[in-house]
């Protein structure tokens, strides 16, 4: 067994009884780094890192749990570890998307901002970026939006969340 694939078997990317990668390569990719920040937060700051390498583990997670994840830990950590959470950002971007709709029937896929520090405040900004642009919104609330998977392969997990 090469050191790549012992490192992967410890950090739970690889089956232990087959040897093959069970996550996509991105979900593989974040856990990695996900494992290299748990070995360098104190243990008190453990538990996000732990939360956030267990999401993206779980290949039932929704986008927007892992969302919740990656915020927790990166709003608490990322002025110790910055690089660390720069790297699983761009890991994770083209990966999680949000979709803004509304009752009319406009559907708006794009990427999700990172800038945000916590999935409501991005809700926020896009249903009242939709409602100021949008002239058959009457309110913001009426305006939906939901985190989605970008890759065909995570779709499965497509279910309403705010």
């Known amino acids: 067994m090469s050191h790549n694939e012992a490192v992967n078997l410890q950090h739970g990317i690889l089956n232990p009884v087959t040897g093959s990668p069970v996550l996509s390569g991105w979900r593989r990719d974040a856990a990695r780094l996900a494992a290299e920040l748990l070995c360098r937060v104190s243990p008190a700051a453990a538990d996000e890192v732990l939360d956030l390498r267990s999401s993206l583990l779980n290949t039932g997670m929704t986008p ?3 969302l919740r994840a990656f915020f927790a830990a990166r709003n608490r950590l990322e002025s110790e570890h910055y690089l660390l959470f720069f790297r699983l950002r761009r890991v994770m971007e083209p990966a999680l998307g949000v979709e803004v709709s509304t009752a009319a029937g406009h559907h708006v896929r794009s990427a999700v901002d990172f800038r945000y520090c916590d999935p409501r405040q991005l ?9 100021e642009h949008d002239l ?11 985190f989605v998977w970008r890759f065909e392969s995570e779709s499965s997990s497509l279910l309403p969340q705010n």
Do not use: I, N, S
């Not at 809700?123 to 409602?131: C, I, N, Q, T």
């Not at 058959?136 to 939901?146: A, I, S």
């Open 64 to 66: 927007g749990g892992l």
């Open 136 to 146: 058959t919104v009457d309110r913001p609330e009426e305006v939906t939006v939901r």
């Open 123 to 131: 809700v926020h900004a896009l249903r009242r970026e939709r409602f």
